[in-house]
């Protein structure tokens, strides 16, 4: 059975930083990938970063420059470290692991900027 367990959200004034982790309850690397999603009210959930197998990783247009994704293997761990954060950035984000083609999402951690 598979556990994604996200932490590290929380309020934050525009322009600071978060660092989001993702905690597997196994080895991440049995996913073909793992990434972030983001869903603010009143909107669909989308992609923020997401990082393959093999280290390539990914990012929206709106976090590029802001947001790095990375893992550390032996804490089975994903990280999203969020910077130069933006009221628009408000959301619950959830972290999403894939494997062939069967998705796993955790219960999601709410972060908000305030102007």
């Known amino acids: 059975q598979v556990q994604l367990v996200e932490s590290g959200g929380g309020l934050v004034q525009a322009g600071g930083s978060l660092r989001l982790s993702c905690a597997a309850s196994g080895s991440i690397f049995i996913f073909n990938s793992m990434g972030w999603y983001r869903q603010a009210p009143g909107k669909e959930r989308e992609l923020v970063a997401t990082?393959?197998?093999?280290?390539?990783?990914n990012y929206a247009d709106s976090v590029k420059g802001r947001f790095t994704i990375s893992r550390d293997g032996a804490k089975n761990t994903v990280y999203l470290q969020m910077s130069s954060l933006k009221p628009e950035d408000t959301a619950v984000y959830y972290c999403?692991?894939?494997?062939?083609?069967?998705?796993?999402w955790g219960q999601g951690t709410q972060v908000t900027v305030s102007s």
């Open positions: 999403n692991a894939v494997r062939i083609l069967t998705h796993y």
């Open positions: 990082i393959t197998r093999a280290g390539s990783t």
